[in-house]
């Protein structure tokens, strides 16, 4: 039995079966309806049956939905930096986290359209609880990461996960997808938290540290969102904690939120693939010595990149000026634009709430502040 076995995805062998599972479940149903509102059932029941691997699964169902979703909730989709991604090569993809599916979704459909290999995806358990999404999750070739768990099950699942991405990445040579921190950010602020690293270092059998990091060829991507479809359904967490205050989620919000972030309207969507960061990786193992502090500077170095690749959107500039009371950005939107972006505002914020105000625009002005930060830093 593989040790991977309460993780993995499905192999190309069971998704056939795993399909005659769900076919006639409703969600299923639903999803092929929004996806081929023209075809008949049987049409596309009937070419699923004939699907006998994960690829066949992302390229004939998964594709043509991530498509009719940016059809139906956004302005497109743009891109850059994928022409530095070689094919045949595994990556490590380390990126910020907006949305919970489409993140990943969207990211898997770019490779695939440049020709690249898509990639293992890291996913919350908490999110594939339900059997129908668990198998579908399983056949997008996603990877549990179990969450909540005693401290010490935590350190043996941390080094399963260590050990599927290894074998993915430097056996089987399949790229890995991985979100900078647990969870996705809800305040804007993109931050790699240590312990992701730490956890991906496991399965190292290098002495050094560094030379696993340059072997699994670390790749920050930035993803961006004019609009986040879910930021209205984030303000109940990020008042929590402005009040330093217990926030318990609700039992159905995580499937909500699921939703929301798929159907709900983005506007424009900009995916950025980052440098390969062997080279300044290899430069941190020489300057650092200690293992701590080595973790940290290729934490602060894929914030760097990520945070220098984001794509400002104007209402980025927009709450950044609603936010401080000024027009420093006056010159990156439009008053229409302003206009779009107040109303979404007062419609989803109690705006005589200062806390809720602050929260709600400080979601979309922390990306303004990071990059300028960033920017300084590098002209430093």
Sequence with gaps: MSPFEEIRPFYDTEVNDAIKEIIQHPMLKAMMNFTFPDAPDDYWRDLMLHCHSIRDFQINFIYPAVQKVLEKSSDGLTTSGFEKLEKNQAYLFISNHRDIILDTSLFNACLYENGLSMTTTAIGDNLVKKPFLNSLSRMTRNFTIKRGLP?????????????????SLLRENRSVWIAQREGRTKDGNDETHKGVLKMVSMASDEENIINYFRKINIVPISISYEYDP?????MPELLAKAKSETYIKGENEDFLTL?????GQKKRIH????????DEIEKIGVQETNSNKQFQAIADLIDKNILSGYKLWPTNYIAHDLLYGDNEYRGKYSEDEKEVFEKRFRKGVDINDPVAVKSYLSMYANPVNNQINVIKEIKD
């Design 271 to 278: 995916i950025h693939v980052g440098n390969i960061l062997n």
């Design 230 to 234: 879910t930021d209205v359904l984030k």
């Design 151 to 167: 401290a010490r099950e935590l350190l043996e699942s941390s080094k399963v996960t260590s050990a599927y991405i290894k074998n």
């Design 259 to 263: 939703l929301n972030g798929i159907m």
